[in-house]
């Protein structure tokens, strides 16, 4: 009868996995799931640009009380650009991970 640690040392002894199988897994994975990554790259660009130009924005949306009236249509935009792109974003990274919302 083998022990334990002889099982453990065996488990040990045996290659998980090899590199070339997880070059192939992960080539698979990015084809199949390369809308989730170019919506995730985006979606970072688009907070990069917001936190660079968040002053513009700002003086923008304070021109609308100044007369400019069709300025507030860029906050409102932005804000469903935003709203749009993170969304879909979301959504395709939890189905990728397996969590689905429970159904009532």
Do not use: C
């Amino acid at each position: 009868m083998r022990t334990i640690a002889h099982r453990y040392l065996d488990e040990i002894a045996k290659p998980t996995h090899s590199v070339t199988k997880d070059l192939y897994r992960m080539q698979r994975y990015l084809v199949t799931n390369r809308n989730t990554f170019a919506l995730g790259i985006i979606s970072i660009v688009l907070y990069t640009l917001l936190y660079f130009y968040s002053v513009d924005l700002t003086h923008i949306a304070e021109d609308t009380n100044h007369g400019h009236k069709a300025l507030f249509f860029v906050p409102i935009v932005t804000a469903l650009i935003f709203s749009y792109v993170h969304g879909s974003f979301t959504s395709k990274f939890w189905d990728i991970i397996g969590i689905k919302a429970k159904k009532p």
